[in-house]
Structures are given as C-alpha cells and as structure tokens.
C-alpha cells in the first residue's frame, strides 16, 4: 500500500483511482441522469469551451451521441475528524458554506 491513509492520496490520484476501480466507476456513474456508458475523462481543462469557464473539472462524463448533455464533476477535499462532526465544529460549518457556494454558483473550483 502506498499511502497509510486516504487523506494522504493527492486528489488527482485519488479520482484516477476512482474511476480505475471496477468497483466504484460503476458505484459512483450508473445513477439517473448520467450517460449510459460514457466517455469518461479526468482533469479535464475547460479553457477554450463555450461559456468563458475558467479551470478544470475533475471527471467529465460524456455520451458518444450527446456530447452537448455532458455531466462534470468536481472533487472537493474536506478534512475533518469524528471530534468535529460531534462537536460541530467551526470547521465544518465553513465547509458546509463553501460547498453551498459554491454550488450555488456551479463554481468548476
């Protein structure tokens, strides 16, 4: 094993490794309203794509026939530990924010 623990994976890796396993590619894809059978591809820079986005999504999935409906992912990192779930600490409520924001904005950040 080359990490002793997830959090020690690089986020990049950690979605390569993701979407390698026969086991999660499936769990995390094959849900309502994502392509059947997609195009999957990781890290994948939206400079140059209608809209003006800035950035890079994590995964991009794509049906062959509907390119135009394609689904992207962004991965985003929270550390925490059990203390401040049963606290609710400080630090949980500013990531809850900042997801929510950007959410909210559909931020590719």
Same mark, same amino acid.
């Given at each position: 094993m080359e990490h002793s623990s997830i959090v020690d994976i690089p986020e990049g890796q950690l979605v390569k490794e993701?979407?390698?396993? /026969?086991?999660?590619?499936? =769990?995390? +894809?094959?849900l309502a309203g994502f /392509?059947?059978?997609p195009i999957i591809r990781d890290q994948v820079?939206?400079?140059?794509?209608?809209?003006? +986005?800035?950035?890079?999504?994590?995964?991009r999935l794509c049906d062959q026939a509907r390119p135009d409906l394609a689904v992207a992912i962004q991965a985003k990192r929270i550390k +925490?530990?059990?203390w401040d779930l049963e606290r609710g600490s400080a630090c949980m409520r500013r990531a809850r924010r900042?997801?929510?924001h950007s959410h909210a904005l559909?931020? =590719?950040n």
């Open positions: 993701l979407l390698a396993d /026969p086991y999660w590619q499936p =769990t995390l +894809f094959d /392509p059947e059978n820079d939206l400079a140059g794509v209608p809209g003006g +986005f800035v950035g890079g999504v994590d995964v +925490f530990d059990a900042r997801c929510a559909g931020s =590719t």
